[in-house]
């Protein structure tokens, strides 16, 4: 309910669409990825088609960054941040499945961590290192999982269920595929070195639109969709404390599209990798940036390849080298 960072993937909207069904089907990636597949499987326990969304939130970040600001640098140093990281911050990943947890997942479960109790729920330990937080895997529900540390697994099996709406987070679109989001207790400000201000790169627009939201940003979220066509929509998107905060926001945003523009352009004079980025420069030239109040954004869609034949020069290299790092 305080998580600082937090991103989610809808995996079976993912694993449901036509990429994934299209590779998975292929005459060539299918007999490749399955395997794999299998693979991860035995190791996660739980495999990609039974996972309906996953969801992680950390907590705790922002106490951990104001005390590496704040404590000079010394020999010291290290061992403080590390003694605040595990009394401050809370990492914990929520697995939804598409169907009730099954006894041969407990079993599998039973078989890679030790089985035991807390507070009078059953609960499985991961194998850490002496010293760190004991890690914890819950059953919540008959289709939710938690992975945690223990003192948010004990809040949890104290409380049910902690989640409220997030007020904080509300400017962020949550239904999309792949979303990960900052949210932050007061806005970031940044420290700028010494008589930056005055240098001809502050003064550069791009610079002086950024310099216009230091201290005022207060969160950023980033996501990715499908869309019906096909194709995959980007969106950024912003909070600041103040609508002039969003306005320099907005301006950032028009100012790195004009970057973007320039760099593409000498990429184009070469025929062939002028049409290797063309899905790219459209989707830069038919997109949005956005401003209402104190929120900004920016909202792009990419074509993606309907080739087949591309689709497999795409990912074969990926998939033939991700055999080992599966496991």
């Not at 907590?59 to 003694?83: C, R, T």
């Not at 610079?207 to 066509?229: A, F, P, R, V």
């Amino acid at each position: 309910p305080d998580a600082e960072i937090v991103g989610s993937v809808n995996l079976g909207r993912l694993w449901d669409g036509a990429l994934a069904q299209q590779s998975l089907n292929d005459a060539t990636l299918g007999p490749l990825l399955k395997p794999i597949l299998d693979e991860m499987k035995k190791e996660t326990i739980l495999g990609l088609d039974e996972i309906s969304k996953i969801t992680v939130g950390v907590s705790g970040v922002a106490d951990v960054a104001k005390l590496a600001l704040s404590v000079p640098d010394g020999p010291d140093k290290e061992k403080m941040i590390e003694k605040a990281g595990f009394e401050k911050v809370i990492p914990a990943m929520v697995v939804r499945l598409r169907s009730a947890v099954t006894p041969a997942h407990l079993a599998a479960m039973g078989q890679k961590m030790e089985k035991t109790t807390l507070d009078g729920k059953t609960v499985y330990v991961f194998a850490q290192d002496p010293g760190e937080p004991r890690g914890l895997v819950y059953q919540v529900d008959e289709k939710t999982v938690v992975f945690s540390v223990e003192r948010f697994i004990k809040q949890l099996i104290a409380t049910g269920d902690p989640y409220t709406p997030r007020p904080d987070l509300a400017f962020v679109d949550g239904s999309q595929d792949f979303v990960v989001a900052v949210t932050l207790p007061e806005p970031l400000t940044i420290p700028l070195p010494p008589g930056f201000s005055g240098s001809p790169d502050a003064q550069q627009p791009a610079m002086q639109s950024l310099l216009g939201l230091n201290g005022k940003l207060k969160g950023l979220g980033l996501g990715m969709k499908t869309l019906e066509d096909g194709s995959m929509a980007l969106r950024l998107q912003g909070l600041s404390s103040d609508e002039a905060g969003s306005m320099s926001g907005k301006l950032a945003l028009e100012e790195a599209l004009k970057l973007g523009e320039q760099w593409l352009f000498p990429l184009k004079q070469n025929t062939f990798i002028a049409e290797q980025i063309k899905p790219l420069e459209d989707g830069l030239k038919g997109s949005k940036v956005t401003q209402t109040g104190p929120e900004f954004g920016f909202l792009a869609a990419f074509k993606m390849p309907q080739d087949q034949n591309l689709l497999v020069t795409l990912l074969l290299p990926a998939i033939q080298q991700s055999r080992d790092a599966a496991l």
